[in-house]
C-alpha cells in the first residue's frame, strides 16, 4: 500500500478538498458582504441628499412631501428582561428619522426589569408616541409570538416593523425598511445583521464572530442563489398581509418564527428583501455553558427547518477541515503547508468583513480555529437531540410540514407534553392588560 493510498492519507485529502471548498466560499461570501455594503453606502448617500436638500426653500416643500408620502409605521418591540445594552438599542429606535412613528413595547411578566427601562425613556423622550403593554396571557409556546399577539390590539398603523429587543440601528433604518417595502410585489422586508459583544468577554466575540464571518455571509450567498429568507431582526409588513398569512397565531407554535413568517408571505406570491441598512445584534452570552446552549438551540431548529442547507453549511469552517489534515497526515508536509493556508485566508476574509461592516476585530486570528471547531461540535450535537432550552423553557423542536391548506403544525412541544398529539389545552385565566401610553404613568394594580 502505497501513502498515496493509504487511508489516513485519502481521509486527509478529502479533509483538505471540502477546506478549499470552504475557502472558495469565505471569499464569495466576503465578496457578498462588500456588495452589500455598496449597496447600503449609495441609500444611505440617497437619503442624506434628500434631507441636505430641505436646506433650500425651494427643496424645502418637496422635502416635506416626500416625508408625508411615507406611510406611518407602528413598531413592535417584545421584551424580556433588562438585556445589555437595550436601552442603548431601544434609543436608537425612538431617535429615528421618521415623520410617523409609533412604537410599542411588550412584556408578559407585571415584574419584568424592562418595565423600568421603558419608563425611563418616556421621560426622556415625553413627545414621543411609545406604549407599553403587559400581559402575561400566554398563546403558545413560543413566548415571543405570545407577546407579540398581546401587543398587537395596541399598534394603530397598518405598517408594521417587528423587531426584537437586542437589534442596534441607523438613523435611516426605517426610511430604508419602509421604501423597500413599498416596492410592487414585495410582501416583507428583512434586514442583515451583525454581532456587536456587549463586553469583551471571549464568549461574546466568539458569539459575534459566528455571526459575522458565518452566518451574514451565508444569508447573502443564499440569496444570490434563489433563497428568500426572512430574519428575526426585522420583519416588516402591512398588516393586511399578517391577516392574510393567518395572523401571528400561525407561528405562536414554532422557534423559527421569522423563518415561518417567510413561507407563509412567499406562499402568497409575494417576495422577501433585504434593506439596503445593516443593523445589529447584542451578542450577551457570558459563560461556555451559555454559549453552546445558545448556538445548540439555533443549529438543532435550523436542522429541523432546513436539513439538508443545514448540513451543507459545514464547509463554511474550512478550518476545522484543514486542521484535520495534518491530524490524520502528520507526516506530510503538504497538510501543514494547506492548514497555514486555510488559516491565512480564514484571517484576511474575517478581517475585510470586520472593516467593511465597521466592526472592531471581533476574534483575534490565533483563535479562529477554535472558532470554526467550536462550531463543528456543536454542529455534530445538533443531530445527537431536539430538546433545546429557551427563555426558562426546555422545548423539543420537530420538523416543518406545511400540512393541509398550507397550515402549519406546531414545531415546539413542552418536554411534558406533545402538542402534535393532544387537543389544545384551555387557556387560563389572566389579568387584564396594562396599556401604558406615552402620556401615562404605571400604576401597580391597573
Known sequence: ?????????????????????GCVQAVAGTWMVDRFDRRARRATRAASALASSALASSALASSALASSRLPAVTVLKPLHGDEPMLEQALIQFIEQDYPHLQIVFGVQDPADPAIAVVQRLRQLYPGRDLSLVVDPTPHGPNRKIGNLINMLPHAVHDLLVISDSDIHVAPDYLRQVVTTLLQPGVGLVTTLYRGVPASSNLMQRLAACQINHNFMPGVLLSRLLGRQDCLGSTMALQRSTLAAVGGLSMLSGHVADDSVLGRLVRAQGLRIEIAPSLTATTTAETSAAELFAHELRWGRTVRMVEPVGYGLSAVQFPLFWAALAPLLAPASAWTWLLFASVWILRGVAAGRIDRLTGAARVLPSLLLPFRD???????????????????????????????????????????????????????????????????????QGD
Open 373 to 443: 471547531w467550536l462550531s463543528a461540535v456543536v454542529m455534530a450535537a445538533s443531530f445527537t437531540g431536539r430538546r433545546v432550552a429557551w427563555r426558562g423553557q426546555t422545548l423539543h423542536v420537530s420538523g416543518w410540514n406545511a400540512g393541509v391548506a398550507g397550515h402549519a403544525p406546531p414545531i415546539l412541544a413542552p418536554v411534558s407534553s406533545t402538542l402534535a398529539a393532544a387537543s389544545p389545552a384551555p387557556r387560563p385565566l389572566a389579568p387584564r392588560p396594562i396599556l401604558v401610553h406615552a402620556h401615562q404613568t404605571l400604576a
Open 1 to 21: 500500500m502505497t501513502a498515496l493510498t493509504h487511508p489516513m492519507m485519502v481521509l486527509a485529502a478529502g479533509a483538505g478538498c471540502v477546506a478549499m471548498l
